[in-house]
């Protein structure tokens, strides 16, 4: 069996999308998600240049030996935009060999260690009181586990937290990059009162979650651990960039507070002194961004000897192919934590349809042989591609700061 055909797919059904298409001599295809967030053209150019010329003819089956052909075989290693191209392939020949094997994804990688796979969802307000609400919402819609975030008095415009109340959070909002202002005082002063807030109204069995999304430095971040103990979070994201993964060491010295961290991870090696040292306690290098099931595999089984669980990335910027992809693997690894889920909008559906689903706080998964997620060519190409930006923030004196 021979691959006859890849090509790439770049279709904006409410925000943008990069999908990879590979089709063998015999017929069978697969299809994977190379999205990456603002820089999506250039996953495009590195796979129309540089990858897909190279698979032409290859035996799609042989999915370890490409994956090492198009990691080491470009002797540059690494980075988002390299490993999101080689994501994009080997999600798509897994897909093809599970459909070969007329057996979905998550029997090829071993079968069930669960049921059903727990998400977490997202409730955001622009002040305490609107973000109780959504997470009233999210309680009555089923969910067991749910990040809060809300605005802070202080900051106009703030990761996480949707324009205006009640509609879609959507960071890249803008052609070129918005700039936000941010004041970690205000921030750390805010965030204790908001889970003060949630765990008096909706007491302690719902799981909590929050995002810093790396502003903090960690003697802040061990601060904020420590302050939000009482409250029990399931877990503190992103507390920090972890470019310098020993600053996880001086966080975890100060506090009990489970922490996360890995959606901008695209490397084993990112994460290598996190997990052995187990200053983590979930690692959320999703597949998309990872290299694939083949990459995100060898992280899972190192973080497993480690008591460190999974929590894979999963906002609407990761396409279905990547969510779907994911509840395999998450049906699968032993070691699963939870998985994040923001509602792709329907136009995102109807594009990729697909057979995962939502019932009661968890996602359930689909038995079509492969992974479950097709795209609608046709109907792709009536939402072409709109450049859009993440926003940058800026500290009050004008200083370029983590967004
Ligand atoms: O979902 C999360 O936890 C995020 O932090 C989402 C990121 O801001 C998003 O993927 C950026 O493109
Ligand atoms: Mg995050």
């Known amino acids: 069996m021979k691959i006859e055909q890849a090509y790439t797919i770049v279709s904006s059904p409410g925000r943008n999308f990069v999908t990879l ?36 003819g290859r035996d799609p089956q042989r999915i370890e030996d490409i994956w090492h052909y198009l990691y080491r075989g470009a002797y540059w290693r690494r980075g988002p935009v390299t490993m999101s191209a080689i994501a994009a392939v080997d999600m798509a020949l897994w897909d093809i060999k599970a459909k070969l094997a007329g057996m979905p994804l998550y029997q090829l990688l071993g079968g069930k260690s669960r049921d059903r796979v727990m998400v977490y969802g997202h409730a955001t307000g622009r002040d305490i009181e609107a973000c109780l609400e959504e997470v009233a919402r999210h309680v009555d819609e089923g969910y067991k586990a749910v990040r809060v975030q809300s605005g802070v008095p202080g900051i106009a415009s703030i990761y996480g937290v949707a324009k205006k109340d009640g509609e879609p959070y959507e960071p890249a ?49 061990a601060r904020l651990g420590k302050e939000v103990e009482p409250y029990h979070l399931f877990w503190l994201e992103d507390c920090v960039p972890a470019e310098n993964q020993e600053a996880f060491g001086l966080i975890r010295q100060h506090t009990t507070t489970p922490l996360a961290v890995g959606e901008v991870f695209n490397s084993l090696y990112d994460a290598k002194a996190l997990i052995e040292n187990q200053w983590i306690d979930y690692i959320r290098a999703t597949l998309t961004h990872a290299g694939g099931i083949t990459h995100v595999r060898r992280i899972a089984d190192l973080a497993g000897l480690y008591h460190v669980r999974t929590g894979f990335h999963g906002p609407t910027d990761l396409s279905p192919i990547c969510l779907g992809a994911a509840i395999h693997f998450d049906t699968w690894v032993p070691n699963f934590g939870i998985q994040e889920y923001m509602p792709h909008t329907s136009a995102t559906d109807e594009v990729f349809p697909h057979d995962y689903r939502f019932e009661d706080g968890h996602f359930i998964v689909g038995e079509t042989p492969g992974h479950g997620v ?28 983590h967004w």
């Open 21 to 56: 298409k590979i089709v063998t001599d015999q017929g069978e295809y697969g299809i994977g998600d190379g999205t990456l967030n603002g820089r999506e053209m250039a996953v495009v150019a590195y796979l129309e240049e540089h990858v897909i010329p190279t698979l032409i």
């Open 173 to 221: 909002d803008a052609e070129l990059p918005a700039e936000h202002v941010w004041s970690t005082s205000k921030y750390l002063n805010h965030v204790p009162k908001l889970f003060a807030a949630v765990r008096e109204r909706f007491g302690d069995d719902l799981h909590v979650l929050h995002d810093v999304h790396h502003r903090l430095t960690p003697i802040e971040a």
């Open 374 to 401: 097709d795209i609608d060519e046709q109907l792709a190409k009536q939402y072409p591609y709109k450049r859009a930006s993440l926003p940058v923030n800026r500290l009050e004196d004008g200083t370029l700061w």
